[in-house]
């Protein structure tokens, strides 16, 4: 199967670990940019206005895939909406996709209720590794240490050697 790794990141998590994940398994890469400055407000405003912000167009790209993974943050229990305009491309044209997202505490249990109404099919496979997760197990970090995190190198390495680890077991890449 051909694969496409098509992710967007705010802050530069989830980027690096599509950059990451594309460079292991040897996957082409689309990176989500979007035409308007984005702010924590727009966040807000495109999940309760359940609004498709405008992304560069990457639509001609997709046609020689076949096997796609998302990779964004999660916002408000929701998949990143500049991910949105990509989905009405490939709304029930596409049989293989799963979707990754590094995010900072989880309760993110309907994003495979959303991904399904978006693409018009199951993701083969969610997978949502967490920051919380990072911290000592009996510490409680706030909101601002969760979503102020930024992933180094060596945490990052070894999440996306568990990412590969997680789609090969359900056969997602193929190999
Ligand atoms: C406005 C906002 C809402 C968020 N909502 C959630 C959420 O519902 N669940 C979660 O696990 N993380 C949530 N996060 C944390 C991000 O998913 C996390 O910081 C992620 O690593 C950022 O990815 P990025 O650096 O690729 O943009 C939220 C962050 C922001 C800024």
Redesign the pocket.
Known sequence: MNTLIVSY???????TIAKGLAHRIGADHIAIAEQSKRS?FT??LDIVFNRTPKINDISQSLNKYDNFLFIA?????KVATPLRNCFKTLKNKIDNYSFV????????SKLGEELFDLIGKEPKVVLNP??IDLFPANSKPSHKD??S?RLGDNIANKIIENVEMELKKVNFLNV
Do not use: C, H, Q, R
């Open positions: 990141s705010y802050t530069g998590n989830n980027e924590l966040i807000v943050p999660v916002w408000l229990g997202s590094f995010s900072a505490s989880g309760n993110n967490l920051i969760l979503n995190y």
